[in-house]
């Protein structure tokens, strides 16, 4: 099965829920806030859905309590998360 792992920047509390390429770097805009868990939830969701896979597939590797966390995404390569992000 094809996995990879990518980093991203997350910023909570944001307006709108948003997966962002900004060049390299995949920015996450998520409305939950950073409590318990919530955002990181939050982010594995939003993810996914802008990557047309199930949220079971997007996995926080690193960074739990940070901004900056690196994410296993399974059945997909890393080229292919760029292109999808960029399509959109």
């Keep these: 099965m ?3 792992e990518i980093t991203i920047r997350v910023t909570p509390r944001s307006s709108c829920n948003a997966v962002e390429l900004h060049g390299d770097l995949i920015k996450v805009r998520i409305t939950s ?3 318990d868990g ?6 594995c969701k939003t993810l996914a859905k802008a990557l047309r896979i199930g949220p ?3 996995l926080i590797v690193k ?4 901004r900056i966390k690196t994410i ?3 059945t997909l390569t890393q080229e292919d998360i760029f292109l999808l992000l960029s399509q959109t």
Excluded: F, H, L, R
């Design 2 to 4: 094809k996995s990879c």
């Design 33 to 35: 806030p950073p409590v």
């Design 38 to 43: 919530e955002a990181n939830v939050s982010v």
């Design 56 to 58: 079971s597939y997007v």
């Design 63 to 66: 960074g739990n309590n940070s």
């Design 72 to 74: 296993q995404v399974q």
